[in-house]
């Protein structure tokens, strides 16, 4: 696997690939889990050239703190990467897609208000935006996005539908731990009385109905930022709460 530090260095890396071989780009923010891993693998399955970019994108984040606690270690994702079978693994530092003077959006409606857009304002204006400087940048055949994060799948989805980019996006499953939870970055944030607490999203989720949802996080104490049905690419149970200081989102099919 190579590390690709510059658009330079990811353009001449692709250059020679780019011969009827496919081309898959796993998008992600580093902090490997088994969720990524999940997305490499089905991008490793269907393609010929694995790519993963690993970049904590500033313009989808809110507040400074929530950017400089995110969790980051290059070296560590590097290994994981490798060993899951990516070929080139994009690592740019902010001021290489963000340099000074970058003054052009990616503004999505739609699907892309409400939700995660009454709580979190400017987000998937930020996703939509390194979303397609990525694509362009990578030009894949496909790119693989989580359910999980259910709203930023629809949103990608209208973005490529809108500007007729010519990308597939595939969606993959929710990866959970054995108790549940599905898995994020942020879940190193969680105290273990804060993890045993952050179990009532998934119960609330497994209920399959609005009402029996709010219900399960009330009694567990959570007071959620929203529990809503709303099309995400299908019918969608979504909830998003804070638990202690992290905030996690999740959310099921109906
Ligand atoms: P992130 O690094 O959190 O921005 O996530 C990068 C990609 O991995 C996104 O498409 C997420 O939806 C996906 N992802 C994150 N967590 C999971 C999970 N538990 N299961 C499946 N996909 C996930």
Redesign the pocket.
Known sequence: MKTLRTIAELRNALAPLRDGRTIALV?????L?D??L??IAAARGDCDVVVASLFVNPTQFGEPADLDAYPRDLARDERVAAAAGVDLLFAPAAGELYPQGFATWVVPEGVAEGLESNHRPGHFRGVATVCLKLFELVRPHAA??????AQ??AVVKQVVRDLNLEVEIRA?????DDDGL????RNAHLSSTDRERALAIPRALATLDLERARAVLTEAGIEPDYVAVADLDGETLAVAARVGSTRLIDNVQL
Request: charged residues 15%; without cysteine; proline residues 7%.
């Open positions: 998008p992600t923010m580093g902090a889990h969720g990524h999940a997305l693989y996005f989580g359910r999980k994060d930023q799948l993959v499953p929710t990866v959970r599905a898995l994020s970055s």
